[in-house]
């Protein structure tokens, strides 16, 4: 009597838990912009707020596989470290983004697999992703050091111009024609190659800063990224940095900066950054977002130390070798704050604090593939995973009844039963449902009913040799239960394996398979027996529909 007492309540538990965590699924939900998550409209304070999980394929979205450059990192434990660096970084980056339920996995040595699940801005998170987020603050060269620079570039382009083919198509009419190249007499004209002043005539010069127009900007950045051109402007003793470009005009000529390479102060001694909006007492800025920098007591003492050392000279604040601003130094700046100021949308700033809050990676990490899923077509995979489980459902419950008759709508019963737990249970460890998930789903379908088929033999064996029907159900039952466990045992360490090494969908299919499992003998075995004593035994019938 006790031992039904305890199943009773067994039950009562297991299915008061199953309505609990599937009431989700059918309460009303609203939808959050800020968050890009739904939440549910609680029929009581109590209620559960948890919500069943969709993963990529089933959402849409983004993954990402990033690889984590560890050329330059030669002992293991700093390498691994590196790696687990790198997924901190970017977990704060992603969390700050505001994506919902993102999955950020390690694969290998090297690999970080970023999936995120209902994201719609591609570019932006991708963007924000891979940053190295360097901040520097270096000094922009005067202007007589800037037209020097120019002067020595030309001088050096002239003698290694056979380097840079790609320049040849500056090799035109236009470009012999140009004052620069002109000369007193036609003679000397025919002497003079068109290479002589290449970089006077990529740029436009100005007070400590230069232009590049929009026709150029190609080319400029060419040889920006080259090699041989880079050094050479380090021998020189500085280098060359674009500014910001103009999203809003993309058109707009491209300011470039001569700086000194050796930054004046960087973001390792950053303590926090924030979006703010100007007031309307600032006339530069009223009502423009910008970017505030906070430093900590070091970073304060040696910006107070540039800013007093160096009055009416251009400061450029430069992230990842772009210049965001390069505002001249009014006067000695105390308390360690500064201002990222620019064209820049909310948006913009809110990034650009992220990246800098979020910190900068360990290693260079690049972006080796990148596969995007859009609503559509998770729509579309939620559509096709749940037509194959009711034609699973389906199929199984027409067997089980024609072959087991009235005993086999107890295990249809006991199948319902199962399936609400595994959905409640994937709500409850708030684990992501995904195509394959829905595969071990399916699978643990037949598995529930496999257990059913073995208890029923047994019945019908006990019955054949004469046994009433109460006996033969309880002989059914218990000499079933070995053999269902033992089975269910060598399922269960597959799929424990499965999840302890496997990534992603792999282990998306371990849990569905470990629930359905642990669902399905709890069904078969206390769920089944009960309806059975219920209906059948307390009733001492003299026949059974099996």
């Not at 590196?82 to 970084?89: F, G, I």
């Not at 009235?406 to 449902?433: D, M, N, Q, R």
């Not at 089975?487 to 424990?496: P, Q, S």
């Not at 206390?526 to 019938?541: E, G, H, M, P, W």
């Amino acid at each position: 009597m006790r031992r039904n007492t305890l199943r009773t309540v067994a039950i009562v538990v297991f299915l008061l838990v199953t309505f609990f965590y599937l009431s989700p699924l059918v309460l009303p939900k609203t939808y959050d912009k800020t968050t890009n998550t739904e939440k549910i409209k609680k029929p009581f304070t109590f209620w559960t707020e948890k919500l069943l999980k969709l993963g990529l394929d089933l959402r849409g979205g983004m993954e990402i596989n990033l690889y984590v450059d560890l050329s330059e990192i030669h002992t293991e434990t700093e390498r691994k470290d590196a790696v687990k660096a790198a997924v901190e970084v970017i977990q704060n980056r992603i969390d700050q983004f505001g994506v919902a339920e993102p999955s950020i996995q390690t694969v290998g040595e090297d690999k970080i697999v970023v999936q995120l699940p209902g994201l719609r801005d591609f570019s932006r998170a991708k963007d924000l992703i891979g940053k190295t987020a360097l901040l520097e603050f270096k000094l922009v060269a005067t202007a007589d050091e800037t037209q020097r620079v120019i002067e020595q570039l030309d001088l050096w382009l002239s003698q290694n111009y056979q380097n840079y083919p790609f320049l040849n198509v500056l090799n035109d009419a236009d470009f012999k024609d140009d004052e620069i190249l002109k000369t007193d007499t036609e003679e000397e004209t025919d002497k003079i190659e068109w290479h002589q002043e290449i970089m006077s005539y990529l740029v436009n010069s100005g007070v400590q800063s230069m232009t590049v127009s929009h026709e150029n900007k190609t080319l400029l950045r060419q040889l920006l990224k080259d090699e041989a051109f880079k050094n050479a402007l380090v021998e020189r003793g500085f280098q060359i940095l674009p500014n910001k470009e103009n999203l809003i005009n993309p058109k707009a000529d491209l300011e470039l900066y001569v700086l000194y390479p050796t930054a004046s102060l960087t973001g390792s001694y950053l303590t926090n950054a924030e979006t703010r909006m100007g007031g309307q007492g600032d006339f530069m800025n009223a009502n423009k977002p910008y970017v505030s920098l906070k430093f900590n007591r070091e970073g304060s003492r040696m910006f107070e130390r540039v800013t007093a050392q160096n009055l009416k000279r251009r400061l450029a604040i430069v992230l990842d070798d772009v210049v965001y601003v390069a505002p001249v130094i009014q006067d000695r700046i105390r308390g360690g704050e500064a201002q990222i100021t620019g064209s820049f949308t909310l948006e913009e700033c809110n990034d650009l604090v992220i990246v800098l809050k979020a910190g900068n990676l360990p290693a260079p990490v690049e972006i080796g593939e990148e596969r995007i899923v859009g609503p559509s077509l998770g729509s579309d995979s939620i559509k096709q995973g749940a037509k194959a489980v009711v034609i699973a459902v389906v199929l199984v419950m027409i067997f089980m009844v024609i072959y087991y008759k009235l005993s086999g709508i107890i295990s249809v019963i006991a199948l319902f039963l199962k399936i609400g737990f595994i959905f409640a249970a994937l709500t409850y460890f708030e684990a992501t449902l995904t195509l394959p998930g829905i595969a071990g789903i399916i699978l643990t379908i037949g598995m529930a009913v496999d257990a059913n088929v073995l208890i029923f033999e047994r019945i019908k064996e006990e019955l054949k040799v004469g046994k009433t029907v109460r006996n033969s159900i309880d002989a059914g039952f218990s000499r079933a239960i070995i053999t269902i466990v033992d089975a269910n045992i060598t399922t269960l360490i597959t799929a424990a394996v499965l999840y302890q090494f496997g990534s992603g969908s792999v282990r998306g299919f371990a849990v569905t398979l470990t629930i359905g499992i642990l669902a399905s003998m709890f069904t078969a075995i206390l769920v089944s027996r009960a309806i059975f004593d219920t209906f059948v035994s307390n009733k001492n019938r003299d026949t059974l529909s099996i």
